[in-house]
């Protein structure tokens, strides 16, 4: 009996312990720890192998909130008995927005890093960093941080990072010109955009430092329309070229024809673009105190913030907002928010416009987040504007409306 009891007695413990530890839990920061899965692969340069070794795979697929980052550690080993030129690279890739960066670390002996890049933005499938030299008998360590930098959203991030061989020429030059235009898209957000119409030209020495490769020529900037701004490359090297080419993310390169890459100059651009026009130099585009097109998006997306936050247990009617004295608004913008609440559910039609930019009859509802790159902010026209949103009946009437009020139920 005794023996029975004892044993009962170890059971209950047994099965207490266990059913216990399915509830204990850490109340400190909580920290998930993936399993570790290294993956080697061996990669073909030219006639070398390299052999790399993923801790944890080479491979992403994650969602990352605001200022979180994602890091892949991996190492390098070159065993041939000669130096190898390499790049990184982010293949198969998808990012559900345009605001990821990543930086790139790098070690000779694991412990110690230094940083290559801090940073960047990322695109698409495409090469993180290039000219890595790895000599022979060595290893390289590397470590590559992504980082969210997308605000109220979660951002999705898929891909897998890659050694391999370095950029050909003809890329080389295609990436030269990917940066030249990032550095010069980030000069015109230094003067807060242009605001004033015209054509102006940029050398691109203005762009590039001697470090990087030997690229001679011109930028074209056409600003005629200041909403959707062109620009037109007549850049070149000693093998390949653009000529009055209008800038993509999908370069096609020529080979240098010396016939025509010889004797431009400010004036053979501009006579090139359009000889009906006059052009000017880009300093003399003026700094814009009141800001431009990032300013005027920026604003709009606070004005319909601010009106959500204000249109609350409102009647089942068609409402006209003037986001110039209805709701909070520190801004230069003006113009109505026509709100659809017939069905309890807000239907928002924007009438908006800083005398610069213009947002006429856009449905945020229905079309969602406005792309500050599409063709949805166009350039002021007072004529059109005024088609649309010249007073709030006009507003109303031109949202396919008969009979709206204002925002406190009285009758328009």
Excluded at 144 to 152: A, D, H, L
Excluded at 292 to 310: E, L, P, V
């Amino acid at each position: 009996m005794k023996k029975k009891y004892i044993l009962f007695i170890i059971m209950v413990l047994v099965i207490f312990v266990l059913v216990s530890s399915l509830f204990i839990f850490d109340d400190k920061e909580k920290t998930i720890t993936h399993s570790k899965k290294e993956i080697t692969e061996n990669v073909k340069i030219d006639d070398n192998t390299l052999n790399i070794t993923y801790k944890d795979s080479n491979m992403i697929d994650t969602n990352l909130t605001y200022g979180n980052t994602i890091t892949k550690e991996f190492k390098v080993s070159n065993n041939n008995d000669n130096n190898i030129i390499y790049s990184l690279k982010f293949n198969d890739s998808s990012i559900s927005n345009e605001d990821v960066t990543y930086s790139v670390y790098e070690s000779l002996d694991g412990s110690s890093y230094t940083e290559l890049k801090k940073n960047e933005s990322i695109k698409k499938d495409t090469f993180l960093i290039y000219n890595l030299i790895i000599e022979s008998k060595k290893d390289n360590y590397f470590k590559i941080v992504f980082k969210s930098n997308k605000e109220n959203t979660t951002t999705t991030l898929k891909g897998i990072i890659n050694v391999s061989s370095n950029l050909t020429e003809s890329e080389l030059f295609i990436k030269d010109i990917n940066n030249i235009q990032e550095k010069l898209i980030n000069k015109i957000d230094s003067l807060n955009g242009i605001n004033t119409k015209g054509y102006y030209i940029i050398n691109i020495a203005d762009l590039t430092n001697k470090t990087e490769s030997n690229l001679f020529g011109y930028i074209l900037i056409d600003a005629s329309d200041i909403s959707s701004i062109k620009y037109y490359y007549t850049v070149y090297n000693n093998k390949y070229m653009l000529y009055n080419y209008k800038y993509t993310s999908d370069i096609k390169i020529s080979k240098n024809d010396s016939s025509k890459t010889s004797n431009i100059d400010f004036n053979s651009i501009c006579n090139n673009y359009n000889n009906k026009i006059t052009c000017s130099s880009f300093s003399s585009i003026p700094y814009s105190e009141s800001g431009g097109k990032n300013a005027f998006y920026n604003n709009i997306n606070t004005i319909i913030d601010n009106t959500k936050n204000i249109f609350v247990n409102k009647s089942n009617l068609i409402y006209v907002i003037d986001v110039t004295s209805d709701i909070e608004n520190n801004s230069n913008i003006r113009g109505y928010i026509v709100i659809d609440n017939t069905n309890n559910n807000p239907e928002y039609y924007l009438y908006l416009t800083d005398n610069l930019f213009m947002i006429s009859g856009y449905n945020y509802t229905k079309l969602g987040n406005i792309d500050i790159n599409g063709t949805t902010i166009r350039s002021y026209n007072e004529s059109a504007f005024n088609l649309s949103a010249s007073s709030k009946k006009t507003s109303c009437n031109f949202s396919g409306f008969i009979s709206c009020v204002d925002i406190n139920g009285g009758l328009i």
